[in-house]
C-alpha cells in the first residue's frame, strides 16, 4: 500500500557526481541474486543502465535478505532512493545508504504495475508511472536487453542458461548436492541425464512425477546453493540462473544424437549463479501455466512415456529426443543402461589393471552371486550412521513379536482426546487380549482404509491380517501409564512395507506427538516418524555378483542402486511371495544352473571402482551403478 505522494528528484545517470546521495530509475542488465557476504549481511549486486545509456554498477548489504531488490530477470526496472555514489577505477558506482529503498518492476509492455517491495509504505506518483512506461518502451524498441532464458526444448550441449520451471520433486544426494527435478512444458531435445533417487528419499507427488517422468530433466545444484534448494516448496516457479548443460565427456560426444546433457548449477555467485521464487503473479510464470496446461499427458506413461503437445507435427518431432542409439544398446543384452549408454566398452582385463577410483561400461556375463538364499539379500541401512543389519525374516518376526509383544495389554486403557480404545480376547488357546488404539482424526474416527491404529499384544499374524485392513499400523508396548515404540521390531506397518528405525539414531519421543500430524491429510510413513523421533532405515538389496567376459573376471556389489536394478521395491520384497518368485526368476534367467555359462545372457552394466579399507588393509572393490533389467520376466538368448 502506497503512503502519501512526495515529491522526489531522479537523477539520469550521466548525471551522477561523487559524493552525492542520489534518486534514480533504470533498467537490469547484470544482477546477482542475494548472498551472504563474509561477515554476517546479505550481498546483491545490480548493474543497471537508463536512455543516456550510461551504466551503473550497485552493491547493496543488508542483515535483511528481503530488503534486498527482488530482481528476477534481465530487464526488470528499478527506482532506488538514497544511493550514495562513489568512484571506483574511475567508474561510477553506488552503495545503500541510510534510508535506501527499492521499487522492482516488470520490464515487459502491459505488464501489471505492481512493485516488488518490502517497504510497507512507499511512495508511488502518476509521473512515476509515466517513467515506467518510458522504459518499458524504451527497451522494448531496442531490443536490446536479450535474456538468456531458455525453454528446454532450445538448450544446446555446452551451454549455461536461465531456465524459468515448475519443481515437481526434489532430494537430498550428499552434504554438497542437492536434486531438483523440474519441467517447463517442453521437451529437451538431447538425452537428458536421469539420478537414481530411492524413493524414501524423494519429496514430491508420486502420481505427478510418474506422468512427467518423460518431460522432466534432473538438475543438480552444488554448495552454497543447496540450503535454498532444501526450502524449496514442491510446485514453486522458479528461476535457475546460470545453469549448466553440461556434456558428458566420451569418444561419440560429436554425434548429436548420441550425445546426453546433464545439468549442474555449480556453486559460488559467478555469472549471476542463483536460484528465485517467482511469485504466481509474475506475468512470466502466468505464460509458463498456460504451456505447462497445454501439455497433455498419458494416465498410465510407460518408463519413457510419450506426450502429446498441442503444437504442430514439425515442432513434435523437433522436441522428440531420437532412441536409436539406446534401441541399438539394448538389442542382445538383458539390461539397460539410462544415462552412459554412449560409453566404450572396457574388458575387464583393463579394469583390472586400473586404479581407482574410475566408472567403465562392460559387456559381461553373471557367473555368480551371493548370498544364494535371496531373502539373505535384503538388508537394512541407516544413512545416517552406515548402519547394516539383516531383515527379519517371518520365523525372526514371530519370535520378536512372542517375547516382546504379546504380554497382557490393560484392558481397562481409557479413550483420549486424540485416541479411542477397544480391546478383544484371541480365540487361540492362550486367550491373550489384544488392544486396538484407533487415532482420531478432526475429533472423529476414520474408515479403517484411512486409519492410524496403535495395536498392542499382537502377534505377528495378527499383525498381518490387521495390514490388510487398516491404512497404517504402530505396535506399541504398555511402559507404566504410557504407550511407546519398540525400535526392536517394525516401528511401523503399511500394508506389505514394514519399516524399521535405527536404534543408534533415533531420538524417541512420546506417541502423543501424532497429535500433531491429526489434521494432515493421509498417514506418511517419513512424516510420522520424523514427529515421533524415529530415524527411519532404508531397505535395499546387498549381493556380490561375478561378472566375466572373455579376459576375465571381477566381484561386483550391487546395493545402493539395486532397487534400479531389479525395478522391485525391497521394502515389500519380504512380505510379497509373488516378488519373491519374481526375483528368483530373474536371477535363474541371468545365471542358470541348469546351463553352460557360454548359453547364459550378456549384461550390459556400468560399474564404479573404488578404494576401500576394511581391517586396515586397503583394496579395490567394484560397484554396479545406472543399470536397468530391461525386463523383468526376460528370456534372451546370448
Known amino acids: 500500500m502506497s503512503g502519501p505522494a512526495q515529491k522526489y528528484v531522479y537523477t539520469p545517470l550521466d548525471q551522477l557526481k561523487e559524493g552525492t546521495v542520489a534518486n534514480v530509475f533504470g533498467v537490469v542488465i547484470f544482477f546477482k541474486l ?3 557476504s563474509k561477515g554476517t549481511d546479505f550481498c546483491s549486486i545490480v548493474t543497471i543502465v537508463d536512455q543516456s545509456n550510461v551504466k551503473l554498477k550497485c552493491t547493496f548489504f543488508s542483515g535483511n535478505q528481503d530488503a534486498l531488490p527482488r530482481i528476477y530477470k534481465i530487464g526488470d526496472i528499478v527506482r532506488f532512493h538514497r544511493i550514495k555514489i562513489q568512484k571506483f577505477n574511475n567508474d561510477f558506482q553506488a552503495v545503500s545508504s541510510s534510508g535506501f529503498s527499492a521499487l522492482v518492476f516488470e520490464g515487459a509492455v502491459n505488464a501489471p504495475l505492481v512493485p ?22 524504451w527497451q522494448f524498441g531496442l531490443q536490446s536487453f536479450s535474456s538468456s532464458r531458455r525453454n528446454l526444448s532450445d538448450v544446446q550441449p555446452g551451454q549455461y542458461f536461465d531456465l524459468l520451471c515448475q519443481l515437481v520433486g526434489k532430494a537430498k544426494m550428499d552434504k554438497a548436492s542437492y536434486l531438483l527435478k523440474v519441467w517447463d512444458g517442453t521437451k529437451c531435445t538431447f538425452l537428458p541425464w536421469k539420478i537414481f533417487v530411492e524413493d524414501e528419499a524423494l519429496e514430491g507427488d508420486r502420481d505427478s512425477i510418474s506422468r512427467l517422468q518423460g518431460i522432466t530433466v534432473d538438475i543438480l545444484v552444488y554448495d552454497n546453493h543447496v540450503e535454498l534448494a532444501k526450502s524449496l516448496k514442491i510446485g514453486s516457479y522458479i528461476v535457475i540462473q546460470n545453469l549448466h548443460a553440461k556434456v558428458h565427456s566420451s569418444a561419440n560426444e560429436n554425434q548429436g544424437h548420441d550425445t546426453y546433457v546433464e545439468f549442474h548449477l555449480h556453486g559460488g555467485t559467478c555469472y549471476g549463479r542463483g536460484i528465485s521464487v517467482l511469485p504466481e503473479d509474475d506475468s512470466d510464470v502466468k505464460e509458463l501455466q498456460k504451456v505447462l496446461g497445454a501439455v497433455k499427458l498419458q494416465s498410465n506413461p510407460p518408463l519413457d512415456p510419450v506426450f502429446d503437445v498441442t503444437t504442430s507435427d514439425t515442432q513434435l518431432s523437433q522436441m522428440s529426443p531420437p532412441f536409436d542409439a539406446l534401441e541399438r544398446y539394448q538389442q542382445l543384452s538383458v539390461t539397460v543402461l539410462p544415462v552412459r549408454h554412449q560409453w566404450q566398452i572396457t574388458p575387464l582385463a583393463d579394469i583390472i589393471k586400473n586404479k581407482a577410483p574410475q566408472k567403465y561400461r562392460i559387456r559381461a556375463k553373471l557367473k555368480s ?61 492362550d486367550k491373550r487380549a489384544v488392544a486396538i488404539h484407533f487415532l482420531k482424526k478432526y475429533d472423529i474416527l476414520q474408515s479403517p482404509e484411512d486409519s492410524l491404529i496403535l495395536v498392542e499384544g499382537a502377534s505377528f499374524k495378527e499383525l498381518c491380517k490387521l495390514s490388510g485392513h487398516f491404512n497404517t499400523i504402530i505396535p506399541v508396548k504398555s511402559k507404566e501409564e504410557h504407550l511407546e515404540v519398540d525400535l526392536s521390531a517394525p516401528f511401523l506397518i503399511q500394508g506389505k512395507k514394514w519399516l524399521y528405525g535405527c536404534m543408534k539414531c533415533s531420538n524417541l519421543k512420546s506417541l502423543e506427538e501424532l497429535k500433531s500430524l491429526s489434521l494432515e491429510r493421509g498417514w506418511n510413513a517419513k512424516e ?65 544352473s541348469t546351463k553352460q555359462i557360454t548359453e547364459y545372457p550378456w549384461m550390459n552394466c556400468c560399474i564404479r571402482s573404488y578404494n576401500s579399507c576394511n581391517g586396515g588393509k586397503e583394496r579395490i572393490c567394484y560397484e554396479i551403478f545406472d543399470t536397468i533389467l530391461s525386463e523383468p520376466d526376460m528370456d534372451i538368448s546370448p
Open 34 to 36: 542475494p548472498y551472504r
Open 116 to 137: 516488488r517491495t518490502s517497504s510497507k509504505g512507499y511512495s508511488f506518483t502518476s509521473e512515476d508511472r509515466k517513467t515506467i512506461e518510458s522504459f518499458r518502451n
Open 528 to 592: 510420522i516418524a520424523k514427529v515421533l523421533g524415529v530415524e527411519l532405515l532404508t531397505h535395499m538389496f546387498v549381493m556380490n555378483l561375478t561378472l566375466e567376459d572373455d579376459t576375465g573376471s571381477v566381484d561386483a556389489y550391487l546395493w545402493r542402486h539395486s532397487k534400479q536394478f531389479f525395478q522391485i521395491p525391497p521394502s515389500v520384497v519380504l512380505m510379497d511371495r509373488d516378488l519373491q518368485e519374481r526375483l528368483h526368476r530373474i536371477m535363474n534367467e541371468l545365471c542358470p
Open 369 to 429: 552371486f551371493q548370498p544364494r538364499h535371496l531373502y539373505q539379500s535384503v538388508k537394512l541401512h541407516c544413512t545416517k550412521c552406515n548402519y547394516l543389519l539383516d531383515t527379519p525374516d517371518e520365523e525372526k518376526l514371530s519370535k520378536i513379536f512372542e517375547d516382546r509383544f504379546t504380554g497382557s495389554p490393560k484392558t481397562n486403557t481409557p479413550d483420549t482426546f486424540w485416541y479411542r480404545s477397544a480391546v478383544w480376547n484371541t480365540v487361540t488357546l
